[in-house]
């Protein structure tokens, strides 16, 4: 296969992977919380394989997030929805302390699994409740958690990452485009949400062909 045609199809993966998530509109809120935490239970043996191969450039763009939202050696980072620490595990080399929480056992123990040296801490639980206390936190991040969230659970946990965040601390969310599924919010969805939970500087930021990047800061 040429260079061009492995390109191509790769942004075809990408693009299908994000169109398919569109199905998470119709399961968010409480109720349908055991379905996705069965969904991960299957899916958490093969998560990373699968990731890898549909979306190629996923962890060197999750990587690049951290750097977006000036991760320092000296920060401590919490990762929300942890998941088998895309994030996590590449802040734990850039920073001081490393942490992830997610309410899925599966995924936290394939997190495990792919721990090495300079290890980062892990906890199940819900990122709607943190069991930080205030402005324990420099940076904040997550990864398409927020996709399986409704319009209050997401504003319910940018409220807690506000509290937990540090004053002068950011946050970073990657996410994907309204204009492949509208599952994703909106820049205008992005700026409501952040300025409701309090933070400023708010920046919204595409990605190569399907990514998105929404940082914020706390004065």
């Given at each position: 296969?040429?260079n061009?045609?492995?390109?191509?199809?790769a942004?075809?993966?990408?693009y299908?992977?994000?169109?398919?998530?569109?199905?998470?509109?119709?399961?968010r809120?409480t109720?349908w919380?055991?379905?996705i935490?069965?969904?991960?239970?299957?899916?958490?043996?093969?998560?990373?394989?699968?990731?890898?191969?549909l979306?190629?450039?996923?962890?060197?763009?999750?990587?690049?997030?951290?750097?977006?939202?000036?991760?320092?050696t000296?920060?401590t980072?919490?990762?929300?929805?942890?998941g088998t620490g895309?994030?996590?595990?590449?802040?734990?080399?850039?920073?001081?302390?490393s942490?992830?929480?997610?309410l899925?056992s599966?995924?936290?123990?394939?997190?495990?699994?792919?721990r090495?040296?300079?290890?980062?801490?892990?906890?199940k639980?819900?990122?709607?409740?943190?069991?930080?206390?205030?402005?324990?936190?420099?940076?904040?991040v997550?990864?398409?958690?927020?996709?399986?969230?409704?319009?209050?659970?997401?504003?319910?946990?940018?409220?807690?990452a506000?509290?937990?965040?540090?004053?002068?601390g950011?946050?970073?969310?990657?996410s994907?485009?309204?204009?492949?599924?509208?599952?994703y919010?909106?820049?205008?969805?992005?700026?409501?949400l952040?300025?409701?939970?309090?933070?400023?500087?708010v920046?919204?930021i595409?990605?190569?062909?399907?990514y998105r990047?929404?940082?914020?800061?706390k004065?």
């Amino acid at each position: 296969m040429s260079n061009d045609s492995y390109r191509g199809v790769a942004k075809w993966l990408r693009y299908g992977v994000m169109k398919g998530a569109q199905v998470d509109k119709y399961l968010r809120g409480t109720r349908w919380r055991p379905v996705i935490k069965f969904f991960y239970r299957l899916i958490a043996p093969i998560y990373d394989s699968v990731a890898s191969k549909l979306l190629d450039d996923y962890q060197e763009v999750a990587t690049q997030l951290l750097r977006n939202v000036n991760l320092e050696t000296t920060d401590t980072v919490l990762d929300l929805g942890c998941g088998t620490g895309v994030l996590t595990l590449p802040a734990a080399k850039m920073s001081r302390l490393s942490i992830g929480i997610d309410l899925s056992s599966e995924m936290l123990h394939q997190f495990v699994k792919k721990r090495q040296a300079r290890q980062p801490i892990m906890l199940k639980g819900n990122v709607i409740y943190l069991p930080f206390v205030d402005q324990s936190f420099d940076r904040i991040v997550t990864a398409f958690m927020l996709l399986h969230l409704n319009d209050k659970e997401k504003s319910l946990v940018l409220a807690e990452a506000y509290r937990v965040l540090k004053s002068g601390g950011s946050i970073g969310c990657l996410s994907s485009r309204e204009t492949i599924a509208n599952v994703y919010n909106s820049h205008e969805k992005w700026y409501k949400l952040f300025g409701e939970a309090g933070f400023v500087k708010v920046n919204v930021i595409e990605v190569r062909d399907v990514y998105r990047y929404v940082t914020g800061h706390k004065l």
